[in-house]
């Protein structure tokens, strides 16, 4: 059952269940994200967004110059990382053969910085290059690193790998790790790939498969972070067409600020976590995302265009936004994502950034990954297909008009630099897929490897955790869960997502007031039942509803039996439900609540009217707290036409919750006898 507890007693409980990642501490204050969603759209409501027009062809080239930075650099291979005033002990980036290492800096790089066998590209050496874009660089962040990427096309790059200092290369051979040569014997085999069976999948955790299944990237909708089972099957595809590679970091690996402070049992302890580095690496077939770093990913010269990083949101949203938006762009050349066991160790200077840095990926992006996938654009060449995305993410409020800008003027960049745009293909996604026959399936299990839970090592009871996680997701995956707030949004709607989402199907966070960049829905505690239809035809297809108040906690790990065919509600708990007579009560609201639902019980249709009268009568009304309550799929229907006939009567929330549930209570009690 659901028990009222102070905030205490949800520490206690989120500990007691066992489950991972239950619970995320907001620390008070914080300055606003630089991701600003509502911002972007009342900018489009003021005024309509100009689309970029560019005459490709009419781009002039630009050359190496003698007087150019850095003018006899040249390589194939890159190594690009920015220029930041770490530690020496954090900078264990070293030189690696065959590879030319780049650092970019920005206005926080110190005057005497060096790095061994690094060249650097100051702010003034930035501005002399020539590059449209790097008018639209913000003066610190790792998007200046744009600067630097096109300074390696224009020297002859065909592979580019975005990196960390703090990366420690294993064995000191990306090579070993990762395809780098897709035109000769790397990359050409056949690939392990995630199987594309079931459409609706669309972002996975690769952490499960290389042994972390606690474990969740940084830009991982915090919902899925649930999904933690082993695959069933997997698929094959050729290889060759991954032109973004994804490593893995054993020591920290790139988790976001939810992970980093609900895991660690001191603020001095350094995380040291290890991947599998002998599962073998994964593609991600078309209609299948997963999240892309800027400190561990190899991009081939097809992809260069995607190394960009958004300029008007915050550092730890960039790469995020960067990594879904080049996916989707990858598909239009035949291209995909593939995960590679674990090629580095960075350590963990136990200094995480700021929860606010990040707050607004979690929030926007599962609809970021809706909009990608339902996205499509029949322009001719691949630079207008970037731009027209580009310009819908704009419209959409994922990222700012600076960022349509500053895209134009990288394509033109890139154009001026010599790079020659892919071939679009058709996409995969829009064919029918091909049967997965018998002998399709390949199957891999994954290692379970020791973690960390809730700031204790996960090692024998790794196994035990994650079953009972996939046993109550299973239980509740087709229900969603409502829970309205009554203390600021701001502090709690991601707390009560962190708890309960990777159990339900979805949350739904109602307020008093609503909050767009939150996804929290405006809804007046007296009248909530009147939103709850909504929520009804938004999630048409779930097994059932449930309702609670957020000053409730429910243990959900004690449920796994209850009936979620059959409606429940308190109305066997004295302290939640009793009778109120009407005559004689001197409580005018009481009297006024009772000529209510008298009128809307008269409005009901006969065999409604008859349950209620022989249950209660008429001289005395139901009252509940109504502080949790589940309704089934057969039973919202009959709610919705309830909701409806009551109208504009200003019935409580406590009156009308009890007045509806009493028809059903009614119902199965005389179905019983008959």
Known sequence: ??????????????????????????????????????????????????????????????????SSPLPSLRASRWIIFAAAAHHPR???????????LLAVADETTPPDWSHPGAALLTLTDQARLGFRSVAFLPARGHARKAAAYLFAVQRGARVIYDADARNAVLGSNLTKHFDVDLDHRQGGGVLLQYSHADPNRTVVNPYVHFGQPSVWPRGLPLHKAGEVGVEE???????????????????????????????????????????????????????????INSVNTLFHSPAFWGLALPVSVSPMAA?????????????????????????????????????????????????????????????QTLFERILDLSYAMTEEGFWGEK????????????VSVGYRQPRLMSLEIDRPRATIGHGDKQVFVPKKLPAVHLGVEEIGEVSTEIGNLIKWRKHFGDVVLIVHCTVPVDRVAL????????????????????NSD????????????????????????????MFLQDHMILNYWNLYDFDKAKLWITNKVKESWSDVPLHGNKIEWFINQGDMVKKAIASFPFQYQANYKRSVGEDKIIHCNSEIFYIPRSHIGDFSYLVQAIGSLDIHHSIAIPMCALQWICQAILNQKL
């Open 233 to 291: 099957f997997y698929t094959q595809v050729f290889g060759g067409g991954q032109f973004i590679q994804q490593g893995l970091c054993n020591g920290l690996p790139d988790v976001d600020a939810v992970f980093y402070f609900t895991r660690k049992s001191s603020e001095m302890e350094a995380f040291d976590l290890r991947f599998d580095a002998d599962a073998p690496k994964v593609a991600l077939p078309q209609g299948m995302m997963a999240p």
């Open 1 to 66: 059952m659901a028990s009222s507890r102070c905030r205490v007693a949800y520490v206690v409980l989120a500990a007691l269940a066992a489950a991972p990642f239950l619970l995320l501490l907001l620390y008070g204050g914080g300055s606003p994200s630089a991701l600003c969603l509502a911002a972007a759209r009342s900018g489009g409501a003021s005024r309509r967004l100009q689309y970029p027009s560019v005459a490709w062809s009419r781009v002039p080239p630009l050359p190496v110059l003698p």
């Open 495 to 514: 707390e009560w997502r962190l708890l309960y989402g990777r159990i339900f199907r979805a949350v739904v966070i109602l307020s008093e007031k609503s």
């Open 403 to 414: 960022d349509l800008q500053f895209m134009s003027a990288w394509l033109q960049d890139l």
């Open 319 to 379: 790469d995020v936004i960067r990594g879904y938006w080049s996916q989707r762009i990858l598909w239009e050349i035949g291209g995909y994502l593939v995960v590679y066991p674990p090629t580095v160790h960075r350590m963990d200077n136990v200094h995480a950034h700021p929860f606010d840095d990040e707050k607004d990926i979690h929030v926007s992006v599962g609809r970021l990954i809706d909009f990608l996938m339902e996205w499509r654009s029949h322009k």
């Open 90 to 100: 954090h900078r264990p980036l070293p030189a690696v053969p065959g590879w030319q």
């Open 518 to 545: 939150l996804a929290v829905e405006v809804s007046n505690l007296a009248q909530a039942y009147k939103f709850l239809p909504k929520v009804f035809d938004q999630f048409a297809g779930a097994g059932g509803f």
